[in-house]
């Protein structure tokens, strides 16, 4: 059995052994938000809240990251190489993640690691070091729509072990060989506990308002959903800043420079966006996104339609709605979707 | 008239105008998919004009779509614009990004628009809102199983509060009366926070303002005055300003933007409302907005003749601050 329990009072204790080995971290609230944050050993974590409003993806892929290190000299020996940054020094373990954000890190190692020629070592070296201790959603936002993305608030895909809150009780779930390992000492969970569980899943679920249809877009032609008439209209109000791809978890378009300061040299990867004229700029002044049309077009078909295409049905949005309260012109991702499944 | 009556009278303005072939387009706000989340709406036939609607949380400053339409599409459009809106579109005409003719101006006098960060603060981080309604002074906030009445004057926005100027300075069109011109707020008592400070204590305000910022450009890109082609950020030959979230990357961003809407920012607060980490990114523009009052007697878009402080030399223009 991988089902086991573990009683509130004992979780940090519990999260405190976890930590001996392990740097831990979890939503807590900080001056109104909700924002990830380092738990202290023998504190206890947040139970109740919705999400955090930025996504945790700079535990994996850090806005702005150091990749390497060089001495900016033309001649000596180690003139211009480059000496990869040191990787993470300590395991890791990030408690209670929603579900939607566990999801996402799976969808992403699909894109950081695919094959021997992509794959990308500081991403992969995060990944490896942290443990995933994600948390069920017992009361879902009026934004979320995970279930409609191959997602749910009870969803265990991504996490190592998924908690889910019964009250005074979690019920821990050991989902992959880690997270088991994570929870093996704890007692095992009963017949009325499991059903416990299952009960607050459907009632989440239920919670779900809204449901986005996915149904038709894969069953068109990519040329006919790229022409389709609506994104004449969707782009209108569009900004064009970063908002929406820096709050989502699976937006992971970067940029990487070169910067140098007398004899020091680094090489840096921020985040960047498809919202920005910039991002697609060639050297040559064209720039193959060059309208704002293109540019917003390309957010969504790349979600909806070229991950699905490319990685066998994975959707590139989990659902957790951060875009749509974030937008500073309220663009909805729901809305877009439905049109392109119209 | 409340807000349903100037929303019902925005629709039938902007019908009108569509349909006698005025104007080809009509910039105004309609209903958003959340509470609090009214959102810039392009209405181009007298039936999507009836989607128009008007209410405290018209926050986005739509004189920024003016400059921002794609090319072939430089018809004349009409606007909905408060006070502040209306002083942009006076700025934009005469920094020559639009001219007078192409922009029919539908003018409404402002309530002083709502700042939702504050609306949920004061209900508590954790509830979720479901419904928001105007009731005259009050506003009406539910939740599931719950109601609670704020004052208006409560959660204003921190620029709507100090406004000098909350009627259309220029209109084609007026939707309702105009109102007092201001709030009550006094501008120079909140204008400049920092003032005070020594420099070192300057900039540690200045960092703990700013660190929650992402360099997610809403700010800028909610900003009517921000129309360059390139914004400075974005030039890569050379590039003038560094990538990444190191504090003085930030700084760089955030010193140069206020310094480039310097006699031009009219306080609209569109960048604070646009702003997604909810940073009072105004403390430095109304510093500055603040000192080119005391030291040019210039106020921005006001009126359509004066010419701006930094578009013209005078001999005897203040230099105390060469150093
Ligand atoms: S969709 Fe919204 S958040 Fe995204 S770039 Fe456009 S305005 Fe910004
Ligand atoms: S697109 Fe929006 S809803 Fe989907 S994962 Fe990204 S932020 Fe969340
Ligand atoms: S989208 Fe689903 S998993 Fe994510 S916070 Fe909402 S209910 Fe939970
Ligand atoms: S909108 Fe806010 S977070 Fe984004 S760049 Fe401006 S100040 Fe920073
Ligand atoms: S800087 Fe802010 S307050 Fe000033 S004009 Fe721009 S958006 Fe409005």
Redesign the interface.
């Known amino acids: 059995m991988s089902d086991k329990i573990l009683n509130k009072d004992q979780a940090a204790s519990f999260l405190a052994e976890l930590g001996r080995e392990r740097d831990l971290f979890a939503p807590a609230?900080s001056q109104?938000?909700?924002v990830w944050a380092p738990l202290e050993p023998g504190q206890e974590p947040l139970w109740?809240?919705?999400n955090t409003?930025?996504s945790p993806k700079e535990f994996f892929f850090p806005?702005?990251e150091c990749l390497m290190r060089f001495k900016n000299r033309q001649d000596g020996e180690e003139g211009m190489i480059m000496h990869p940054e040191p990787e993470l020094a300590r395991e890791r373990a990030l408690v209670n993640m929603r579900p939607c954000d566990a999801k996402a890190f799976g969808v992403l190692d699909l894109i950081f690691c695919q094959d021997q020629m992509t794959d990308d070592p500081y991403w992969r070296d995060k990944r490896e070091k942290s443990l995933i201790v994600a948390l069920a959603c017992n009361d879902p936002?009026?934004?979320c729509f995970c279930t409609s993305m191959n997602c749910g608030p009870h969803a265990e895909a991504g996490a190592d072990v998924l908690l889910v809150d019964l009250g005074e009780r979690l019920l821990a779930k050991g989902v992959s060989d880690k997270g088991r390992e994570a929870i093996a000492a704890l007692p095992e969970a009963d017949e009325a506990d499991l059903a416990a569980a299952e009960g607050a899943k459907q009632k989440a679920e239920a919670a779900i308002t809204t449901q986005v249809a996915m149904d038709n877009i894969g069953g068109r032609e990519v040329m006919e959903l790229y022409e389709a008439k609506h994104w004449d209209?969707v782009h209108?109000?569009c900004?064009?800043?970063?908002?929406c791809t820096?709050?989502c978890p699976t937006c992971h378009c970067f940029?990487i420079?070169d910067?140098t300061q007398g004899e020091q040299g680094r090489r840096?990867r921020?985040w960047d966006y498809c919202m920005?004229?910039?991002f697609t700029q060639h050297g040559s002044g064209h720039n193959p996104r060059g309208?704002?049309?293109d540019r917003v077009r390309q957010r969504f078909m790349h979600k909806f339609s070229y991950i699905p295409l490319k990685r066998g049905g994975e959707i590139g949005c989990v659902g957790c709605g951060r875009c749509?309260?974030?937008c500073?012109?309220?663009?909805?991702v729901?809305?877009v979707v439905r049109d392109m499944n119209a | 008239m409340d807000n349903k009556d100037i929303a019902q009278a925005i629709r039938e303005a902007a019908s009108r105008l569509l349909a006698e072939g005025a104007v080809d387009c009509v910039i105004g706000y309609e209903a958003g998919t959340l509470p609090m989340r009214e959102r810039p709406f392009f209405a181009y036939t007298p039936e999507e004009a009836q989607r128009l609607t008007w209410t405290g949380f018209c926050c986005n400053n739509l004189a920024n779509f003016l400059v921002r339409r794609p090319q072939g599409e430089a018809g004349k459009v009409a606007v909905v614009a408060q006070g502040c809106v209306s002083r942009s579109i006076v700025g934009l005409i005469k920094e020559h990004q639009i001219t007078r003719e192409q922009v029919h101006v539908i003018g409404v006098a402002s309530p002083g628009m709502l700042d939702r960060d504050k609306v949920q603060a004061l209900v508590g981080p954790e509830k979720v809102i479901t419904a928001v309604s105007e009731e005259g002074e009050d506003l009406l906030v539910e939740g599931p199983g719950w109601q609670e009445r704020l004052p208006r004057k409560k959660v204003m926005r921190d620029n709507c509060y100090t406004c000098v100027q909350r009627n259309p300075v220029i209109h084609d069109d007026m939707i309702g009366e105009e109102s007092e011109p201001t709030h009550g707020g006094q501008i120079d008592k909140v204008a400049a926070p920092w003032e005070k400070l020594d420099t070192a204590g300057r900039l540690a305000a200045f960092a703990e303002n700013y660190q929650d910022c992402i360099r997610c450009y809403a700010c800028r890109d909610a900003c009517p005055l921000c129309y360059c082609h390139v914004c400075f950020v974005d030039e890569s030959q050379p590039q003038w300003c560094g990538k990444t979230q190191d504090g003085s990357d930030v700084l760089t961003y955030h010193l140069l933007r206020a310094f480039h809407c310097a006699g031009r920012c009219t306080d609209c607060g569109a960048c604070e409302s646009a702003c997604p980490q909810g940073i009072k990114v105004r403390r430095l523009t109304s510093k500055i907005e603040k000192d080119v009052r005391e030291l040019y007697g210039y106020a921005p878009g006001l009126d359509e003749k004066s010419v701006p402080p930094l578009s013209a030399h005078k001999p005897d223009d203040p230099q105390g601050f060469i150093k």
């Open positions: 609230v109104g938000k909700v109740r809240f919705s409003a930025l806005q702005t936002c009026p934004t209209r209108e109000s900004l064009n800043c970063g908002t820096f709050f940029d420079q910067e840096v921020n920005s004229w910039l309208a704002k049309k749509v309260q974030q500073p012109v309220n663009i909805d729901r809305e």
